[in-house]
């Protein structure tokens, strides 16, 4: 599966839109960009995927450029319990379920 | 539906001591996963079930580390004998079937060997 780099930290108001980078250059053409949250105490929770349309769902909005080599997830009306840390990663069908995770980036939303 | 739920959530035990910790999926999910966090490290993958059949151990540590689901729902991973750095948060997951089904993951059993 493709590598992943996202930043380490970020702050967000809450109220406001988190966009959460990340950068995903080698990525091949059968695969997933997936995002995950893991908020603290409890396991990771998945968030959205996608291929390369945009999605969208009830917590959040995915955006893939048109190359495919780097996503932002979007989190439109940030909250306290937002914060968490958020993994993005990149996984193919041929490596079912075996996800990579990475650092991450810890999302702080302040009120 | 219920989520995957795991335990004991916590567990201390002493170095050489056995440990069995139990993973309950959600109903219907084929496959289920094992992972764990050592201390200040990233999230591992350990092992996949299909049913009751190992799909992929490529992330076991090592032979102490024993994983069994029998029947195909709930599965167990027991660690004998315990070893100070297996302490860490051993977390569970499981998926409804096709590859691409995203991974519901439960809370975790924190492990500490002392």
């Known amino acids: 599966d493709a590598k992943t780099t996202q930043p380490p930290s970020m702050d967000c108001a809450e109220g406001r839109a988190a966009n959460l980078p990340c950068n995903h250059s080698t990525i091949s053409g059968n695969e997933y960009v997936y995002w995950y949250r893991q908020i603290h105490s409890q396991g990771p929770q998945y968030i959205i995927h996608?291929?390369?349309n945009n999605e969208t769902n009830e917590m959040a909005s995915l955006i893939i450029t048109e190359d495919r080599k780097s996503s932002t997830l979007i989190l439109p009306h940030a909250t306290l319990r937002d914060t968490a840390v958020y993994y993005c990663?990149?996984?193919?069908?041929?490596?079912?379920?075996?996800?990579?995770f990475g650092q991450g980036t810890t999302l702080q939303v302040k009120p | 539906e219920a989520g995957v739920t795991q335990f004991p959530s916590h567990s201390v035990i002493e170095k050489g001591q056995t440990v069995t910790l139990r993973c309950d999926p959600i109903s219907g999910h084929d496959n289920l996963y094992w992972y764990r966090r050592v201390m200040g490290k990233e999230i591992k993958f350990l092992l996949h079930f299909v049913k009751e059949s190992k799909q992929d151990e490529s992330g076991m540590p090592n032979n102490r580390f024993l994983a069994e689901r029998t029947g195909g729902t709930y599965s167990t991973l027991k660690v004998q004998p315990a070893e100070l750095e297996d302490s860490g948060v051993y977390f569970c997951?499981?998926?409804?079937?096709?590859?691409?089904?995203?991974?519901?993951f439960g809370n975790g059993t924190r492990l500490t060997v002392t």
């Open positions: 997951a499981s998926s409804r079937g096709p590859p691409n089904s995203p991974l519901h």
């Open positions: 996608g291929l390369k």
């Open positions: 990663i990149v996984h193919g069908s041929s490596n079912t379920g075996k996800l990579i």
